[in-house]
């Protein structure tokens, strides 16, 4: 069965809720998925793939996720890898760009174009006076939880797709 590992970077938990509900629909695909924040993953061996996600502030990633993505950066490249990122609330840009590092990240990865996802802001989750202000400000939540599941049934009808290949490859060279 291939095991896939979805892990996050949140400041507020918009990003972690994310993450819980890619897992979870990767789950009911038949995956065997494990999710947990980028700081407490130890090892990525046993995984076939690994999703990759942050919360964005002022256009760069959490620090716990680029730290997961350098650290990791020669097994994640061995492997099935998707991006995604959350941050915009509001009114929907009317084109989603991933930010910058994302992008770079997954030009190095060989992994798909970054995901960006709307975030949350809730001034009961923010901590410090300047979180506490942006959060006042710009409170909202701007997820689309049908995106959210369409782009992770995208993930894993792509896993689907390398098994199905798999199996051929191996099917072929076992009538050789």
Do not use: C, H
Request: hydrophobic share 40%; glycine share 10%.
């Amino acid at each position: 069965m291939t095991r896939v590992l979805v892990t996050y970077a949140s400041k507020m938990g918009s990003t972690k809720e994310i993450a819980e509900a890619i897992g979870g629909r990767l789950l009911e695909r038949g995956f065997a998925t494990d999710v947990s924040s980028a700081e407490a993953v130890g090892s990525i061996d046993g995984y076939d793939a690994v999703v990759v996600g942050s919360a964005v502030y002022a256009t760069r990633w959490r620090r716990e996720a680029t730290r997961f993505v350098r650290r990791f950066r020669q097994q994640l490249a061995a492997r099935k890898v998707w991006l995604f990122e959350s941050g915009w609330v509001g009114t929907r840009p009317s084109t989603l760009v991933a930010s910058p590092g994302a992008r770079r990240r997954a030009s190095r990865l060989g992994a798909p174009a970054p995901a960006v996802f709307g975030g949350r802001l809730d001034p009961d989750l923010a901590t410090g006076p300047l979180d506490r202000a942006l959060a006042n400000g710009l409170s909202g939540d701007a997820r689309d939880w049908d995106e959210i599941r369409s782009w992770s049934d995208s993930v894993a009808d792509a896993l689907a797709d390398a098994l199905a290949d798999t199996a051929e490859r191996v099917r072929k060279e076992g009538r050789r």
